[in-house]
């Protein structure tokens, strides 16, 4: 009999060994997996793939309050655009413009209001302006979002 209950000290103590190395190879595992540099780059990859798509844009809970705040800075940014284009400074009126067009909802629709209001050649500068911001706005997100993701 004492030499059962050996033998079975022995496999629990052999059992419960492997079950905690077990479990460092997978601590350590996990580690080295999250301190890949590209670990994030995917993940977040792998997220936006996931996103249900509605036309083109993720899916956003409506906020008022930020829809509020977007709507005055889309205003603010008409007025100058006005301001600036009446005292013959088109570049500052397009850039004003331009970044109204970036927070507005409908940007088709304005561009067409814009494009029978504006002059031809303050119109054109628009139209031209539009993808640098495009990229400047593309740029900025990417690096909030960088800036979201790590944590140091």
């Known amino acids: 009999m004492p030499c059962v209950r050996r033998l079975l000290g022995l496999l629990a103590a052999l059992a419960a060994c492997g079950a905690i190395a077990l479990l460092g190879y997978c601590v350590y595992l996990d580690r080295k997996r999250r301190g890949d540099p590209a670990f994030?780059?995917?993940?977040?990859?792998?997220?936006r793939a996931e996103q249900p798509q509605g036309e083109g844009r993720p899916a956003q809970s409506w906020n008022p309050a930020k829809n509020e705040k977007l709507q005055e800075l889309f205003l603010q940014e008409v007025q100058m655009g006005e301001l600036w284009l009446s005292r013959g400074e088109h570049t500052m009126g397009v850039q004003h413009l331009s970044n109204a067009l970036l927070v507005c909802g409908q940007p088709r629709e304005l561009l067409k209001v814009f494009q029978n209001t504006l002059p031809p050649q303050v119109f054109e500068m628009l139209l031209h302006k539009i993808p640098l911001i495009?990229?400047?706005?593309?740029?900025?997100?990417?690096e909030q979002e960088y800036l979201e993701d790590d944590p140091d």
């Open 40 to 47: 994030k780059r995917r993940l977040r990859d792998k997220r």
């Open 134 to 142: 495009c990229q400047q706005f593309e740029a900025d997100m990417n």
